[in-house]
């Protein structure tokens, strides 16, 4: 059975910092290039970081770049995004996606709420 499952979502207060997980099961995730994406209320889906399926390669948003960073440890199955210097503006629900790098296949998490508030 395939699984993402994110964790590590919460409140936080502007300037803060969280660091969300998302686990994967019943896939190679070696073979998946992996992402994070997120929504906020009213607003369509964003896609906001993302890492090649090994090695280095790392992107993102261009509203995030310098405050967070994606990795991927592929012996533990796991993406994680830390997120630092929090705005109010990061206030979303954080999805992580999985691509497989023929593109034939993706999967998704089923999302963690971020709130940044004071």
């Known amino acids: 059975q395939v699984q993402l499952v994110e964790s590590g979502g919460g409140l936080v207060q502007p300037g803060g910092s969280l660091r969300l997980s998302c686990t994967a099961s019943?896939?190679?995730?070696?073979?998946?290039?992996m992402s994070w994406y997120r929504q906020a209320p009213g607003k369509e889906r964003e896609w906001v970081a993302e890492h090649s399926t090994s090695g280095s390669y790392t992107n993102y948003v261009d509203s995030v770049k310098g405050r967070f960073t994606i990795s991927r440890d592929n012996a533990l199955n796991t993406v994680y995004l830390q997120m630092n210097s929090l705005k109010p503006e990061d206030t979303a629900v954080y999805y992580c996606?999985?691509?497989?790098?023929?593109?034939?296949?993706?999967?998704w998490g089923q999302g963690t709420q971020v709130t940044v508030s004071s």
């Open positions: 996606r999985g691509r497989r790098i023929d593109g034939v296949r993706e999967y």
């Open positions: 019943g896939f190679s995730f070696n073979m998946y290039i």
